[in-house]
C-alpha cells in the first residue's frame, strides 16, 4: 500500500530522495530480448537533467543511468532478460543546508504539511520523496518503454503555455522542442517567452505552464473498456506528475462548450476502405479504447512553491511566521516536466500494448 509502483503488466517501482546518495527504478514485466544499454536510457535524461539552461534550477547533476540488473550480454550484444531491470542514478549535487529553515516551517503551496499529516515525519531536504527529483526514475523506465513499443510509436511533448502567454492550437510544431531551452512547442515565441521567465527568475518568483502531449502510432485497439480506459489511465499517470493540477485528453474542457455536430469525429472510407477520421476531439480515444488517430492530452503545472517571497505560514511547534525558501528552483517545473510528461505516456502505453497482446493476440 506504498503506492510507489504503476502499471499492470509493465510494472514501474521508483525509489530515493531528493538528497539521498540516489534515486532510481525497477522495470518490472519488460519481455525478453529486447536490446537494451545505458546509451538508450541517457539522452532522455540529459533532457530532463537540471543545470540545462538558466530557466532551470542550477542544481548540476549528471543523472548518469546504471543499469544493475535485467539485462544480459551472451555474445550479440545486451538484451533484457524478461527479469526485474533496476536503474540506479546517483546524486552529486545536494546541498541540504538550503533547506534548514523549513525543517519546521511548511512552505504554503507545498507538500510539506501533507507528508508530515500523513507519515508524521518528512525529509525536508529537497522535499524528499516529493520532490521532481523522482522523476528522473521516471524517465529511465520511459526509456525502457519506448524500446518495448519500437521505433513505430512516436511520442512528442512541449510547453504551449507559460502564465498567460498561450500558443494557439494552429501554431503548435513539435519539431521546434528540441531547438530550444524552454521546450516551446513554436520558434516564435522563444524570445518572448525568453524575456518573460527571465523577469520571473530575477523577482524570485515563479510560474504555472501546460505541456501539451501528442503519440502517433498508436494503432486502434489498445486499452479496455470501463476500468481499464486508455485515456483514463493516461489521465492517472500525467497527474501523478510533481506539480500537475488538470489534465484533458483530447479537446479536453472545450468540449463543455460544444455541441453534438461540433464535437463528433465525422468517418469516411479511405482508398483502402479502411475508416479515418475526419476530426479529432476524442484524442485518439473511444470508449477507453484507441482507435489509430494520435492521442492527444494537455497537463497543466501549478508554479514552483519554493520561492523567495515572504509567504505566511505556521511550524511544526504551531507557531504562525513568515518563511522564503532558499535553494536551487525552477521558475517553471513545467520546462522539465516535458521529457516526463512522454515518458509516462510511454509508460502507459507500453503497458496497454503488452495487456492488448495478452488479450487478444
Same mark, same amino acid.
Given at each position: 500500500?506504498?503506492?510507489?509502483?504503476?502499471?499492470?503488466?509493465?510494472?514501474?517501482?521508483?525509489?530515493?530522495?531528493?538528497?539521498?546518495?540516489?534515486?532510481?527504478?525497477?522495470?518490472?514485466?519488460?519481455?525478453?530480448?529486447?536490446?537494451?544499454?545505458?546509451?538508450?536510457?541517457?539522452?532522455?535524461?540529459?533532457?530532463?537533467?537540471?543545470?540545462?539552461?538558466?530557466?532551470?534550477?542550477?542544481?548540476?547533476?549528471?543523472?548518469?543511468?546504471?543499469?544493475?540488473?535485467?539485462?544480459?550480454?551472451?555474445?550479440?550484444?545486451?538484451?533484457?532478460?524478461?527479469?526485474?531491470?533496476?536503474?540506479?542514478?546517483?546524486?552529486?549535487?545536494?546541498?541540504?543546508?538550503?533547506?534548514?529553515?523549513?525543517?519546521?516551517?511548511?512552505?504554503?503551496?507545498?507538500?510539506?504539511?501533507?507528508?508530515?499529516?500523513?507519515?508524521?515525519?518528512?525529509?525536508?531536504?529537497?522535499?524528499?520523496?516529493?520532490?521532481?527529483?523522482?522523476?528522473?526514475?521516471?524517465?529511465?523506465?520511459?526509456?525502457?518503454?519506448?524500446?518495448?513499443?519500437?521505433?513505430?510509436?512516436?511520442?512528442?511533448?512541449?510547453?504551449?503555455?507559460?502564465? #498567460?502567454?498561450?500558443?494557439?492550437?494552429?501554431?503548435?510544431?513539435?519539431?521546434?522542442?528540441?531547438?530550444?531551452?524552454?521546450?516551446?512547442?513554436?520558434?516564435?515565441?522563444?524570445?518572448?517567452?525568453?524575456?518573460? %521567465?527571465?523577469?520571473?527568475?530575477?523577482?524570485?518568483?515563479?510560474?504555472? #505552464?501546460?505541456?501539451?502531449?501528442?503519440?502517433?502510432?498508436?494503432?486502434?485497439?489498445?486499452?479496455?473498456?470501463?476500468?481499464?480506459?486508455?485515456?483514463?489511465?493516461?489521465?492517472?499517470?500525467?497527474?501523478?506528475?510533481?506539480?500537475?493540477?488538470?489534465?484533458?485528453?483530447?479537446?479536453?474542457?472545450?468540449?463543455?462548450?460544444?455541441?453534438?455536430?461540433?464535437?463528433?469525429?465525422?468517418?469516411?472510407?479511405?482508398?483502402?476502405?479502411?475508416?479515418?477520421? %475526419?476530426?479529432?476531439?476524442?484524442?485518439?480515444?473511444?470508449?477507453?479504447?484507441?482507435?489509430?488517430?494520435?492521442?492527444? #492530452?494537455?497537463?497543466?503545472?501549478?508554479?514552483?512553491?519554493?520561492? %523567495?517571497?515572504?509567504?505566511?505560514?505556521?511550524?511544526?511547534?504551531?507557531?504562525?511566521?513568515?518563511?522564503?525558501?532558499?535553494?536551487?528552483?525552477?521558475?517553471?517545473?513545467?520546462?522539465? #516536466?516535458?521529457?516526463?510528461?512522454?515518458?509516462?505516456?510511454?509508460?502507459?502505453?507500453?503497458?496497454?500494448?503488452?495487456?492488448?497482446?495478452?488479450?487478444?493476440?
Amino acid at each position: 500500500m506504498s503506492h510507489n509502483t504503476f502499471g499492470h503488466l509493465f510494472r514501474v517501482t521508483t525509489w530515493g530522495e531528493s538528497h539521498g546518495p540516489a534515486i532510481g527504478c525497477v522495470v518490472d514485466g519488460c519481455p525478453p530480448m529486447i536490446p537494451l544499454t545505458e546509451a538508450d536510457i541517457q539522452p532522455w535524461l540529459d533532457q530532463r537533467k537540471p543545470g540545462g539552461s538558466r530557466f532551470v534550477t542550477q542544481r548540476k547533476e549528471s543523472d548518469t543511468a546504471r543499469i544493475l540488473s535485467g539485462v544480459f550480454d551472451d555474445g550479440d550484444g545486451p538484451v533484457t532478460t524478461g527479469t526485474p531491470i533496476s536503474i540506479m542514478i546517483e546524486n552529486e549535487d545536494q546541498r541540504s543546508k538550503d533547506y534548514g529553515e523549513i525543517a519546521r516551517a511548511y512552505r504554503p503551496g507545498h507538500a510539506d504539511y501533507a507528508y508530515q499529516a500523513k507519515y508524521g515525519v518528512r525529509d525536508h531536504r529537497g522535499g524528499g520523496r516529493s520532490s521532481a527529483r523522482e522523476t528522473a526514475s521516471r524517465v529511465a523506465a520511459g526509456a525502457v518503454a519506448r524500446k518495448v513499443l519500437g521505433e513505430g510509436v512516436w511520442i512528442r511533448a512541449g510547453v504551449v503555455q507559460i502564465g #498567460a502567454h498561450r500558443i494557439a492550437p494552429d501554431q503548435v510544431d513539435f519539431d521546434a522542442v528540441s531547438g530550444n531551452p524552454l521546450f516551446a512547442a513554436s520558434a516564435e515565441v522563444v524570445p518572448a517567452w525568453e524575456a518573460y %521567465l527571465d523577469g520571473i527568475r530575477k523577482a524570485g518568483s515563479s510560474v504555472g #505552464a501546460v505541456v501539451a502531449l501528442e503519440v502517433t502510432g498508436v494503432p486502434a485497439g489498445w486499452g479496455a473498456p470501463i476500468y481499464g480506459k486508455l485515456d483514463s489511465e493516461l489521465a492517472s499517470a500525467l497527474m501523478s506528475i510533481n506539480a500537475a493540477k488538470g489534465v484533458e485528453i483530447g479537446a479536453g474542457f472545450d468540449s463543455a462548450g460544444l455541441t453534438g455536430e461540433e464535437n463528433a469525429d465525422e468517418m469516411r472510407l479511405d482508398l483502402n476502405n479502411q475508416p479515418v477520421f %475526419l476530426s479529432n476531439k476524442a484524442g485518439g480515444v473511444l470508449g477507453g479504447i484507441s482507435t489509430g488517430q494520435p492521442v492527444t #492530452a494537455r497537463v497543466a503545472f501549478k508554479p514552483t512553491s519554493s520561492i %523567495l517571497t515572504m509567504r505566511q505560514t505556521v511550524t511544526r511547534d504551531g507557531e504562525e511566521t513568515d518563511l522564503r525558501t532558499k535553494g536551487r528552483h525552477d521558475p517553471c517545473v513545467a520546462l522539465r #516536466a516535458v521529457p516526463v510528461v512522454e515518458a509516462m505516456a510511454a509508460c502507459v502505453l507500453a503497458d496497454a500494448f503488452l495487456r492488448h497482446r495478452a488479450q487478444v493476440g
